[in-house]
């Protein structure tokens, strides 16, 4: 997810969003695609770095009102503690169930309570800390990732499925074509030529791709950790079939790519 402010930025945010675009391409079209993904805002060369370049102009996510919070709590849960839909204006003028009643005097102490003024005044302190880029960011990598215990996939992260695509006769051909574009579209990140991506005309938090590649998540008690590795010298590919674990370099010894022909072999 892409946000117009800056978003968690840590190794669980990394969306394989455009090499989602690159990996479905037969080896031949490659090329071809290099002119045309401006629109997708991947460019084919240039010697100044842009992907960032809108990171450190992007406002910080704001800490919400708690009285903004209560109202839209309670909006949400009205269709479960109200005999009329929420969005009729005189819903409120129905006589109250006694669940109605209980949540709207839970969310009325809950406002009171000098303990929760406290913590929203430290949320707010949080978000100032010249540390913090986002308030939220640390909290929620661990709450959501790192440290919940359930499979990423589906309860946190998403995945991605390619269609069946005809032109590719074998499940290594397939492979083959899928590496090299990877290999294309991680080139363009790592060498920051990535165009940012926009919504109209406002740029969005770019933070999670940083992780997208050469990222590792170690398990550990209670919460797990994640490291980055040099792109420039890791370039090994692991393949997994049947239980069994292949590695092998992408990289020949003058340090160019392998064709899809090579890798297919």
């Known amino acids: 997810m892409l946000f117009p402010f800056r978003i968690p930025g840590g190794p669980a945010c990394g969306a394989a ?3 989602a675009l690159w990996a479905g391409s037969h080896p031949h079209e490659i090329n071809s695609m290099r002119s045309q993904l401006s629109h997708f805002g991947m460019p084919s060369h240039r010697s100044k770095a842009i992907t960032y370049q809108h990171q450190d102009s992007l406002p910080h996510l704001p800490v919400p009102e708690l009285q903004s919070t209560a109202h839209k709590y309670f909006r949400s849960i009205l269709p479960l503690v109200s005999p009329q839909e929420p969005n009729t204006p005189s819903a409120s003028d129905l006589t109250p169930t006694p669940s109605y009643e209980h949540t709207k005097a839970c969310i009325e102490d809950f406002l009171k309570s000098p303990l929760v003024k406290e913590l929203q005044a430290r ?14 960011s640390d909290l929620y990598n661990q709450w ?12 946190s992260s998403y995945y991605i499925a390619h269609k069946p695509d005809h032109r590719w006769t074998t499940a290594a051909k397939r492979a083959s074509g899928l590496v090299r574009a990877i290999l294309e579209f991680r080139n363009l990140l790592e060498t920051e030529q990535l165009e940012p991506k926009f919504a109209r005309s406002v740029p969005l938090c770019m933070a999670g791709y940083r992780w997208l590649f050469n990222s590792c998540r170690y398990p550990s ?6 490291k980055k590795f040099d792109p420039q010298v890791n370039n090994h590919l692991v393949v997994i079939r049947k239980g069994q674990f292949f590695e092998f370099s992408v990289t020949k010894p003058d340090g160019s790519w392998l064709s899809t022909t090579e890798l297919e072999l």
């Open 123 to 136: 949320l707010k302190k949080r978000a100032e800390d010249e540390g913090h880029d986002n308030w939220l």
């Open 144 to 155: 959501a990732y790192m440290g919940a215990r359930e499979p990423l996939i589906p309860f």
């Open 17 to 19: 969003l455009g090499a």
């Open 221 to 226: 008690k209670p919460s797990d950790t994640a």
